[in-house]
């Protein structure tokens, strides 16, 4: 799937489609961080591996043990409301009783789906692995805001990146959408912003991924979990936390 601006139908594609997702779930905007915080310390005197962040060789973001008896990875798009549900409900305690311990690892594989989710998604890329894993948190607790930015567009704003250049369209398509403000007041200036949507290494990363889930594990959604290599059958964190448990 190649994710630059070739046309208006393209993007108006994408707003359709985004305004499609959020008549679902939605996600209700920011985590209780205090709860969390509390749930993300270990064990007195063992290791607290939730500290502990890489990416890794196939392009995911991995948070753990990189030797967990248990690897859970998900493969999940920032523009998806039912990933952010399942951020916001599985994260404290998947971090405060699964991966701290060292019993299981979790790695995020980015799924993209639309031209907005490849803007959200290059500019996390692009930073360090702890910081993607702060704004990804960021894109998925304030989804309604930037996503409703996307499906306000204009026509005949889109219709004006469809004579653009593809990347130039790109980057002026993020700004449009204040994905650059978002992300501004996160600490990311907008050169850094522009480089990292221009950034072709992310979106060959980005390509990459999708087509291993596709063809891997026969991905057609998000989010989609895989336990020790093994697809299992699940969407919310109580059926994920079932087939960990199992694991262990």
């Known amino acids: 799937m190649n994710f630059s601006l070739k046309s208006t139908a393209s993007m108006l594609a994408a707003a359709a489609l985004l305004a499609a997702c959020n008549s679902g779930d939605e996600a209700t905007a920011g985590a209780a961080e205090a709860g969390a915080d509390s749930n993300l310390k270990a064990a007195e005197g063992s290791e607290n591996w939730v500290r502990t962040i890489a990416k890794t060789e196939e392009g995911g973001y991995r948070i753990g043990n990189p030797d967990a008896p248990v690897k859970l990875v998900e493969f999940a798009s920032l523009a998806c409301p039912h990933c952010a549900t399942f951020h916001e409900e599985a994260m404290p305690e998947l971090k405060g009783e699964y ?21 959200v998604t290059a500019v996390a890329r ?55 403000e978002f992300v501004r007041a996160r600490g990311i200036p907008g050169s850094k912003f522009e480089s990292c949507v221009r950034d072709e290494e992310t979106l060959a990363e980005v390509e ?37 448990d199992a694991a262990l």
């Open 208 to 244: 990459a991924i999708r087509q291993d889930a596709v063809e891997t594990y026969d991905l057609t959604g998000t989010p989609t979990f895989v336990v020790n290599g093994e697809r299992i059958d699940a969407s919310t964190w109580e059926q994920v936390k079932e087939r960990l």
């Open 126 to 180: 692009c930073q360090t692995p702890e910081a993607f894993f702060a704004l990804a948190d960021a894109f998925f607790e304030n989804q309604r805001g930037w996503l409703g930015n996307f499906q306000q567009m204009e026509r005949a704003d889109l219709e004006r990146l469809g004579t653009m250049d593809p990347q130039d369209a790109m980057v002026e398509f993020g700004r449009m959408g204040g994905v650059d």
């Open 99 to 119: 991966i701290a311990s060292g019993d299981v690892s979790y790695e995020l594989r980015t799924f993209v789906l639309n031209q907005p989710d490849f803007v």
